[in-house]
């Protein structure tokens, strides 16, 4: 009953709870709450964090995706931050062209933090910005290249095939690119969190998850969830 009112969703309590029972059949003796920590760290660890210091490319292309108001650019500026103080260049990109305002609020995320910026009008061509911005960082000899891209709702197709142009055009532009693939994830969204990954890793395949604004009231449980029915790394944690 905790797990569950803890998000962690009934599937995964159920696991957990099985888990716990075999052990504290094999070591009655322990303490129960040090074996349920063991079996919860069990399912999230693995998977690294961001290193900031080795590239697997040049330029690094990093997609960043999710739904409205999860904080996908505010993401996009930490990781900026982040990967300026280890020595690299940075640029961003503003492929999200839908929403009011979305271009500014990025620029500006891109001036605090050194970066280069790469955008166009509200209304233009994701696609198009984004190839442009690969093709703008391979001739500045940019080291990393951060792609925002519109909220969407996971349920809406015709978004979530505009989202495998995006990608699309990311591949054409660089051979391999994108070279990761974040979904930023609200921490207070609870079980919707998990439809939503598992709409998202099927259009373009996720390679890292992000869950933001755990200093709030979010109870964070559905980390376990994804990281069980995924298999994708929880690679980054907001806290404000």
Known sequence: EILISADVGVETALAIVDGLRARARETP?????DML???LEAIISGGDGFDTTAL????????VVGINGVGKTTTIGKLGQRFAEAGHTVMMAAGDTFRAGAVAQLQVWAERSGADFIGAQQGADPGAVVFD??????????DVLLVDTAGRLHTKVNLM????????????????????????LDATTGQNALAQAKTFHQAVPLTGLALTKLDSTARGGIAFALRRELDVPIRLIGVG
């Open 29 to 33: 003796d322990a303490d129960v709450f």
């Open 37 to 39: 920590q063991s079996e």
């Open 56 to 63: 697997p490319a040049k330029p690094y292309v990093l997609l």
């Open 133 to 142: 911005a690969v093709t703008a960082a391979q001739a500045r000899g940019v």
């Open 161 to 184: 095939e505009e989202l495998k142009k995006v990608r699309r055009s990311l591949t054409k532009a660089c051979d391999g690119a994108p070279h990761d693939t974040l979904l930023v």
